[in-house]
């Protein structure tokens, strides 16, 4: 790609992945990660994708019936009145940090790109949060801005700081109001290059087992780095992509962001307040969406309502977040005829590890590495390659540093040294190689046991509780045995029409002694809503402390 543009470059790397979205090793073999000095994703990929583009980039549908639709060119415009309005109004400087707090609506996407055009920092921040949280982001986030929904001002009266104060919706004494944007000039002047290396993005990870770290990437970690993640969802131009996925986490940015516009696809959006299967389907079909990407949760809740109602199938699903156990994925292949394709990566990263599509699907694998990755499994207490240990990424692989990697963690160099330890990215979760190298996904490395010194996988016998009809959800987490050290529990939410109590209990011993080794076997189960982190990912150390020191009303085998 020597001699040509960012733009150019960033093209070439794309159509190869495009031309063979369904010949993986051509793929891999072929594709190379773009690596320009400069590049500005908004500047030097959307707005040129736009102009004079009057395509839908942005198509929101909302509960009461409303549809928002907004082609490519009245996007860029509209980010460019943003950027020059943030800049010359508000103050946004280069490096400057911006908490941004919005709902899917269409602010949000215009000041993902006006804020990149402005080469200030986004701190993505779900709505859900309260003031200790958001006081947390703008102190380790160094936010100078923050910019936030209006019925969501009252939470920042809570939060010290310097910081300028933008609302959306009405702005109350002390606040810039979003709407004076729509007056600024409609074109955009950028005053000065943007380094590929710069920072544009600080995501606070979810925690699920201690506080939130500060991952950092770049305008080119993500923005470069999720053309692998359009190649595993198989997006091509033209297409409607539904990604089920609050703003503020990555998720969003991976696939209601970068990757469909990676591809000029069109970005749908359901806005709902209660998770209504059927509605979502009808809404589907009246979108035309074409691929559909969701997280584990919603499968699950998917598969439990009449999966005819959807008319016309998308013609890729994908699943994310946390594997998707196989039992979801041979319903909705009887039901609409596809198959969900597993995919994995992390905050820190761009998607490491997936079922791409055209290749064949394994009852419980997630797949192969991604176009520009390179996984390696090693064992975690020799540090050596091995066919089950923890998946790494190789830093010194034929195409040197995988592009789709954060910077590290902001503010703790000792964590970042420790994950990069070696010359390899050590993402803390365990998987397994078979022969064809296709990696099944064990579990994190912390949630692995021992029972009876053999090893547990949690996930593993998640999978096969929700195999029973009794089963909306499970968690599985040692419980203390003075024989055997630990035996799994189960924490399981019951699906509908089932009472928790021992006659549910029996049948679910009776299936786990069906479908489960004896030494893998549930031994205790505990009904239990689960608890979750605001992203939706079960905190099992909630649930190991609870089984340790604190349990409820059990049942034993």
Known sequence: MTGTGPTEAFRAARDTLLAHREDYQTA??????????????????????????DRTALHLAEEDGTQTRVSFAAMRERSDRVATWLRDAAGVRPGDGIVLMLGNQVELWETLLAAMKLRAVVIPATPLL??????????????????????????????PGDYTRIAVGGAGPGWL??????????????DGPTRAGDTLLLYFTSGTTA?????????????????????????????????????????????????????????????????DPARLMAEMDGAGVTSFCAPPTVWRMLIQADLGLLRRAPREVVAAGEPLNP??????????????????GQTETAVQVANTPG???????????????EVVLLDPV????????????????????????????RGDPEHTAEVMAGGYYRTGDIGSRDADGCLTYVGRRDDVFKSSDYKVSPFELESALLEHEAVAEAAVVPSPDPLRLAVPKAYVVPAEGWEPGPETARALFAHARRVLAPYKRVRVIEFAELPKTVSGKIRRVELREHAAHAPGTEYRE
């Not at 091509?236 to 209601?256: C, E, F, M, Q, T």
């Not at 390659?385 to 963690?409: H, K, Q, S």
Request: glycine share 10%.
């Open 382 to 409: 020799t540090g050596e390659p091995a066919d089950e240990g923890e998946i790494c990424l190789d830093l010194n692989g034929p195409d040197g540093r995988p592009a789709g990697l954060m910077t590290g963690y």
């Open 177 to 190: 109001a979003y709407e004076d944007s729509r007056d600024a000039p409609a074109y955009f002047v950028p």
């Open 130 to 159: 309260g003031p200790i949280d958001l006081a947390d982001r703008v102190t380790r986030g160094a936010a100078r801005h923050v910019l936030v929904r209006a019925r969501d001002a009252a939470k920042l009266d809570e939060v």
């Open 28 to 53: 891999r073999a072929r594709f190379a990660w773009p690596r320009p000095e400069h590049f500005n994703w908004a500047l030097d990929w959307f707005d040129r994708i736009a102009e004079g583009n």
């Open 327 to 344: 039992e979801v994925i041979e319903r909705v292949r009887r039901e609409w005829g596809v198959t969900v394709r597993d995919g994995f």
């Open 359 to 373: 290749q064949p699907v394994r009852p419980g694998s997630m797949g192969r590495a991604t176009p520009g990755f």
């Open 211 to 275: 506080q939130p770290k500060l991952v950092e990437h770049t305008h080119l970690s993500y923005p470069v780095g999720h053309l692998a993640t359009m190649y595993w969802i198989g997006l091509r131009p033209g297409d409607v992509h539904l990604n089920i996925s609050s703003p503020g986490w990555a998720k969003h940015a991976w696939s209601s962001f970068f990757a469909p516009w990676n591809a000029e696809a069109t970005i749908f959006v359901h806005n709902y307040t209660r998770f």
